[in-house]
C-alpha cells in the first residue's frame, strides 16, 4: 500500500495559481496510477486529473481542462497538481490518490488516499 501526503493548499484569490504536492511512500510509486479528487462542502467527492503510469497519459475533468496539470517525478515519488486561473468554484478539499490500475478516473478504483488538503479561493 503507498502511503500520500498532500500539501500546498491555501487561501488564494480568483485567478491566482497554487500548485499542491503529494509525497508517496510505500509501495512502488512508478507502477502506480496517480489521481487528484476534491471535495467541495455539501458534494460528493469528484475526480480532478490522473495521470498513469503507463505511458505518461493524462485525464483531466471537463471543469479544469486547461487550467489545471498534473505532473510526477518518479525519482522524487512526488505527484503534483499546477491550479492555474482559479475560481470560486475550485474551493474544495484536495485528495491525492493512488491505484494499481494503469488508468482510471473513479474513485472507487483508487485504493490509496492522501488526508486531503484545503483550496479556497475567494471571488
Known amino acids: 500500500q503507498v502511503q500520500l501526503v498532500e500539501s500546498g493548499g491555501g487561501l488564494v484569490q480568483a485567478g491566482d495559481s497554487l500548485r499542491l504536492s503529494c509525497a508517496a511512500s510505500?509501495?512502488?510509486?512508478?507502477?502506480?496510477?496517480l489521481g487528484w479528487f476534491r471535495q467541495a462542502p455539501g458534494k460528493a467527492r469528484e475526480f480532478v486529473a490522473a495521470?498513469?503510469?503507463?505511458?505518461?497519459?493524462?485525464d483531466y475533468a471537463d471543469s479544469v481542462k486547461g487550467r489545471f496539470t498534473i505532473s510526477r517525478d518518479n525519482a522524487k515519488n512526488m505527484v503534483y497538481l499546477q491550479m492555474n486561473s482559479l475560481k470560486p468554484e475550485d474551493t474544495a478539499v484536495y485528495y491525492c490518490?493512488?491505484?494499481?490500475?494503469?488508468?482510471?478516473?473513479?474513485?472507487?478504483?483508487?485504493?490509496?488516499w492522501g488526508q486531503g488538503t484545503q483550496v479556497t479561493v475567494s471571488s
Open positions: 490518490a493512488g491505484t494499481y490500475k494503469i488508468y482510471s478516473r473513479k474513485e472507487t478504483e483508487f485504493d490509496a
Open positions: 510505500g509501495r512502488s510509486f512508478s507502477r502506480t496510477t
Open positions: 495521470f498513469s503510469w503507463i505511458g505518461g497519459g493524462t
